[in-house]
């Protein structure tokens, strides 16, 4: 009996040791290891590679930082549109200068009048060579302030012939270009043109055209002050040692400087009105031809810089 049992046990034994017994002595096959001279080939072809995709981005961050905001050609349709509201604000100016000269001949005309009225018997003669006329800071007699003014007028009427030859020469050269394909030449030459001998003589009239406002305003305040004295002051009648009555005296002196007055009035407010709106034009106007300028500069920079470029990549291709 104790034979079958002992038998039993021992195949049992057999049958559970066998399986690990096995498995132990079988070898698992291990990876074999990648060869070192394989993985430093793979190291460097990757580090060649984001050495090559950093030298890209540095080369396309320079292109960004040298390629313009704006192109030549944008540039150059910025400065006709410039042009073009110049040349509009220059025809609305040379309508006011018709008015302008006319101003000027006649306050020169009637500046002249006044002294030889004045100088020629009347009664205020006495008072015009006593009582000074404030103009430009200073104070002159009747006689000096006439030739003054007709000389300072005079210059006015010669800046404002030499605006509107000068101005109907950049109308020209503005409205020569071609605003479907405007040639950048042309576009530069009217720029120029504009800066300069225009700007100049913009700038001319408008301070003779401010003189020529000045002189009415101190004529204006003078009769003022003659009439004020013809009326009030018996001073007056004892300078004036005239050999009329002092009624007719009074009433002749009283209606010239009366419609004198009125006269200068009404003509320098006119003047004063239109002065005023071709100031603010003009104004306008100083900031476009600046604008002009600095995209004319730019614009030639930047075809510079383009030009430079295509002559280095020419050279770099020659053998």
């Not at 042009?83 to 220059?90: C, E, G």
């Not at 103009?135 to 302030?145: D, E, I, N, V």
């Not at 120029?192 to 401010?210: C, I, P």
């Not at 005296?249 to 009125?262: G, P």
């Amino acid at each position: 009996m104790k034979t079958p049992l002992i038998a039993l046990a021992c195949m049992a034994l057999v049958l559970v040791c066998s399986p690990t017994s096995r498995a132990d002595d079988e070898v698992l096959p291990q990876p074999s290891p990648p060869l070192c001279e394989e993985t430093l080939k793979r190291q460097d072809e990757a580090l060649a590679a984001l050495k090559a995709e950093q030298s890209r981005l540095e080369q396309k961050i320079r292109d960004m930082e040298c390629a313009p905001v704006v192109s030549s050609d944008e540039l150059l349709a910025r400065n006709l549109h410039h042009l073009q509201s110049l040349a509009a604000n220059t025809r609305a100016q040379r309508q006011t200068m018709t008015d302008f000269r006319t101003f000027v001949t006649w306050m020169s005309s009637s500046l002249a009048g006044y002294e030889k009225y004045i100088q020629a018997g009347s009664v205020v003669a006495g008072a015009a060579k006593v009582l000074p006329i404030p103009y430009a800071g200073q104070a002159s007699m009747l006689t000096k302030f006439v030739s003054q003014g007709v000389l300072s007028l005079n210059a006015a009427s010669g800046s404002i012939a030499t605006y509107l030859k000068i101005s109907d020469q950049y109308l020209a050269l503005a409205g020569g270009i071609d605003p479907k394909r405007p040639d950048p030449a042309r576009v530069s030459a009217a720029v120029r043109f504009a800066d300069g001998e225009f700007l100049r003589s913009m700038t001319d009239v408008q301070a003779k055209l401010r003189t020529s406002a000045d002189i009415s305003a101190s004529t204006l305040s003078f009769l003022k002050t003659l009439d004020s004295y013809v009326g009030g002051s018996d001073e007056y009648w004892a300078r004036t040692k005239a050999f009329i009555t002092r009624n007719d005296a009074y009433k002749k002196d009283k209606s010239y400087l009366a419609s004198s007055i009125e006269g200068l009035t009404s003509q320098a407010g006119a003047f004063n009105n239109r002065l005023t709106l071709f100031e603010e034009t003009a104004r306008k106007d100083l900031p476009i031809i600046k604008n002009l300028v600095a995209y004319d500069e730019l614009a030639r920079e930047i075809d510079a810089r383009a030009r430079q470029k295509r002559e280095a990549m020419a050279a770099a291709v020659k053998p």
